[in-house]
């Protein structure tokens, strides 16, 4: 019993460490309708953050390549770019990484005892 206890808990520590989460949601239907210029802001706003701006500027890249670049993306891979910029996290989340790494100790100390095992810390 313990054994399956392990093994299970083990595959449920895999499953929920690959899954990613997904958001789906309605688009109302003014989003749609300006959709690329929405998309172009949101690409061009992205872009004069001082962060990103001084790493391109690093990469050899001017202002003048890069919107040279933009301009000749279609409407689909320009909303694409705007989709990845969304989900980008500057800041991290910290507070989701304290969570998994306590939850995976708490499992950790849960397997060590109910095989029966002993952690005595000297």
Do not use: C, W
């Not at 990103?52 to 003048?64: A, I």
């Not at 301009?71 to 990484?97: M, P």
């Amino acid at each position: 019993m313990k054994k399956i206890l392990v093994i299970y808990l083990s595959v449920a520590i895999l499953v929920i460490g690959t899954v990613q989460s997904s958001g789906a949601g309605i688009i109302p239907s003014e989003m749609t309708l300006n959709s690329t210029t929405q998309d172009l802001e949101k690409i061009q706003k992205f872009l004069e953050m001082k962060m990103v701006s001084q790493r391109l500027k690093d990469f050899g890249y001017s202002e003048k390549e890069i919107m040279d670049r933009l301009s000749t993306l279609d409407e689909q891979t320009l909303h694409k770019l705007a989709l990845k910029i969304d989900e980008i996290k500057i800041a991290g989340d910290a507070g989701l990484a304290v969570i998994l790494a306590l939850l995976i100790i708490a499992l950790v100390i849960l397997i060590i005892n109910l095989t029966g095992h002993r952690v005595v810390v000297k």
